[in-house]
């Protein structure tokens, strides 16, 4: 069992970073606004971040048993990963040699557990979605970040078609549904966590007063459009697909598919 957390040479607290905006940050303008694309994008955009502001720690929330970089990718990049799950079982799963750090991002966080640490980055990918509470979580964030140190948070989002249904639907029937369509989605492999999307919007206008209310000094989101988990219905299938243009064309980010929510302390 790794120790629950032990950060050595911590960068010094209070750091500060470049002053770009996020924008030129995340490199968000050459960025494909397309579904698919959020999952190929994520790691050149995270590279690219941490390359930005520099960033020496790196805090992945709800990394679970697959954190996304792995451990040559961090000394290739030059940064300390550590990876968060609130449960300690899913990181026991993880590849060793991570710190790692075990809390609920969405409750208090006893600051000695981090003896004065501040990341750089702190991101995550499908995890917001699972959080009750997106406000403390987003205030534990700003918190936990360096002054000038950037959170991230890849999440799909309302009202999606499918997203909507998930929220609506029990548990146990789309996670039925989702196995159907992906073998991968089982307790073994991929479990399925409830999900509630609690602030996962790719509105900017709904997401900047809130991120900024929390203390953040700016704000960026990326929406990406395309429903997920296309039907293969024909008449639906191009109902689906024109709805999708539609969107795309008007930048109807009600109805984004996922976003990267990009905030900066
Ligand atoms: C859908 S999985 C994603 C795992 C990993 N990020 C990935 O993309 O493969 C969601 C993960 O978030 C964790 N999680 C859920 N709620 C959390 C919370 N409040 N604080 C920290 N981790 C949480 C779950 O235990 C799970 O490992």
Known sequence: MPPAFALHGSPPVGRHHPTDTLPSIAGSDRIVRQTESAWT?????????????????????????????????????????????????ELDYAPRGFDHLVLDVAQDVDRRLLDGHAFDLIFSR?????????????????????PGGVGF?????????????????????TGRALRLMDRTRNDKEIPKFPAYYDACRASETRLRPFLKEIGFSEALVVPFYGTPYFPRIPVLRQVFR????????????????YAYIIARK
């Not at 390359?51 to 030059?78: C, N, T």
């Not at 948070?153 to 029937?173: C, E, G, H, I, K």
């Not at 024109?242 to 598919?257: I, K, N």
Request: hydrophobic share 45%; net charge neutral; proline share 6%.
């Open 153 to 173: 948070a890849f999440v799909p989002t309302l009202y999606s078609p499918p997203f909507v249904l998930n929220r609506l639907l029990p548990d146990d029937l």
């Open 242 to 257: 024109a709805f999708d243009m539609l969107c795309t064309r008007h930048d109807l980010r009600t109805f984004a598919s």
């Open 41 to 89: 994008s994520l790691k050149p955009t995270l590279e690219r971040v941490i390359g930005q502001i520099q960033a020496k720690s790196v805090l992945e929330i709800g990394a679970g048993r697959h954190p996304f970089f792995s451990m040559e990718e961090a000394q290739r990049l030059g940064f300390r990963l550590t990876i968060n799950d609130i449960d300690a079982a």
């Open 126 to 146: 499908m995890v917001f979605e699972h959080v009750k509470d997106a406000r403390k979580a987003w205030t534990n964030l700003h918190d936990l970040l360096a």
